[in-house]
């Protein structure tokens, strides 16, 4: 993916200021930035909750800039939210379905045995509402459910949110296995740990354009002055 130029207003606010990057096939960029440096603004933009003022959003041959979410949704572009927007009183299973819809049904069975091979504790839970599992768990089936689209990209905004570090590094680990598998991931992450843990590369946002950025490994031993780049 493609991202040139992108502006974002609220009214007469600008939050994004022509920030431009790639995110390669098959890594995962985490985006890194002050509170309001509009981190989850850059993923509204691209899943289209947000229509960009100016700028470009490619994914491979296609325009994304300025298309309804739901085109967006089918051209392969998932969003795991902050708030994970689950169906508190549908279960488990119900709710996993829903992020077929772009798949169709034929698949989304072999889809759905897959998840449940990947996250065992939702299978244990299929039938219960999800409104009943603990926020890990919820967090589970947000993932789960954006994979049921076989996303070409998965967006994933605080994936640690909230939850403990057990949890996090479940997180981690599952982030790595959707890597192996060619995932494409665009993640904003607070939690440095766990940012520096999944991804492969960083990009610092502030002010709404890109500041800084690299090859996570490679700063390995200098997450300090990394740190320091973005509470300036
Ligand atoms: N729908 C909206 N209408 C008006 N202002 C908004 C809206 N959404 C976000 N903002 C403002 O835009 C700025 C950037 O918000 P955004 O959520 O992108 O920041 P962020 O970098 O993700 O911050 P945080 O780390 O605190 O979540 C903030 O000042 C926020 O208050």
Known sequence: ????????????????????????????????GANGSGKSTSLNAICGFVRPGAGSVRLGDTELAGLAPHQIFAHGVAQVSQARDLFPDLSVED??????????????TTTLAGIYDRFPRLAERRKQPTRTLSGGEQQMVAIGRALMSQPRLLLLDEPSGGLSPEF??????????????GVTMLMVEQNLKLAFRAADRFI??????VVDG???????????????????
Do not use: W
Request: proline residues 1%.
């Open 95 to 108: 709710n996993l379905r829903l992020g077929a819809m772009r798949r169709g049904s034929k698949t989304s």
């Open 204 to 209: 610092v946002l502030r002010d709404g354009a």
């Open 214 to 232: 690299g090859d996570v490994k490679a700063m390995e031993h200098d997450h300090d002055a990394i740190i320091k780049n973005i509470y300036l």
């Open 168 to 181: 996090c590094e479940e997180i981690a680990q599952l982030m790595d296995g959707l890597k192996a598998e």
């Open 1 to 32: 993916m493609t991202i040139r130029d992108l502006h974002v207003a609220y009214g007469k606010k600008p939050i994004l200021r022509g920030a431009s990057y790639d995110i390669h096939k098959g890594e995962c960029l985490t985006l890194l």
